[in-house]
């Protein structure tokens, strides 16, 4: 039985962006971006994994963590723009050695690459950087279980806002396409490590998610209208299924 659930990673996990999509934030939030600015709704991914919005999501009533783990608490550390070394030194540093049965999902790993792409990177430096990101990937996942020894851990592959076309509108207009095969590499590497690490499952965000971005009418989009690299509301939800599945498939929810 989980005792806590504790959400690392990057914006695909917070709230900022669902609860713009869906309208649920006060002004100032939405002018400023800063989530501290006032009220913005619990309906990012993590948010709803531990407590669904009935308002919202009226199908989805008593499926969250809440209802499975009576008294399992949640730390949401998962910040905007994160990227790998954010969450070992930013995120990490604010936890302590646990020992409990412990739920942890991470994001992470595509601002690592969006930043190398926005540089527009030679070709052997790309690969490089993948391999980096991937060797970082390791090592957070390996720190992650040590700190952690009970824990059940569930990573997270990075979403194609471009459905394979290497265009995203409004971040990736101009010049030459993605290299999108840098990412699957990544995504590939992800899948093998969760494969083959003991207490450590898969949410395939990058196959769920294609053909729900540009290729996609903007009513079947998972991802926000105002900036296609981040979930909206609809988005959010979708990931903390691909959790609920990763749990139920490994036999982590109560019968």
Do not use: C
């Not at 992800?190 to 903007?218: Q, S």
């Not at 979930?231 to 498939?249: T, V």
């Amino acid at each position: 039985m989980f005792t806590r659930y504790i959400a690392l990673g990057d914006s695909v996990s917070i709230d900022l962006y669902p609860a713009l999509d869906a309208g649920e934030i006060d002004v100032a939030v939405a002018l400023e971006r800063v989530t501290t600015a006032g009220r913005v709704a619990p309906l990012g991914a993590a948010s709803l994994l531990y407590k669904n919005s009935e308002e919202h999501w009226p199908d989805d009533v008593g499926d969250d963590l809440e209802s499975m783990f009576p008294g399992i608490e949640l730390t949401n550390l998962a910040t905007d723009g994160a990227t790998i070394g954010e969450v070992f030194g930013e995120q990490l540093t604010q936890l302590e050695d646990n020992s409990d049965r412990v739920l942890l999902t991470l994001t992470v790993g595509g601002n690592d690459l969006v930043s190398a792409f926005g540089n527009r990177q030679r070709r052997e430096v790309l690969e490089k950087i993948a391999d980096d990101v991937a060797e970082a990937y390791d090592f957070l996942v390996d720190f992650i279980r040590g700190r952690f020894s009970n824990a059940v851990v569930i990573l997270t592959t990075v979403y194609d806002p471009s459905d394979g076309s290497g265009r995203i509108p409004g971040v990736y207009d101009g010049g030459p396409e993605l290299p999108l095969d840098i990412l699957d590499r990544l995504n590939t590497h992800i899948r093998t490590l969760a494969a083959g690490t003991p207490d450590v499952l898969l949410a395939d965000a990058h196959r769920h998610f294609l053909g729900h971005g540009v290729t996609a009418a903007e009513q079947d989009q998972w991802y926000w209208k105002r900036s296609l690299v981040e979930p909206n509301a609809r988005g959010a939800s979708e990931i903390r299924h691909l959790w609920l599945d990763a749990l139920r498939n490994a036999g982590e929810t109560p019968a």
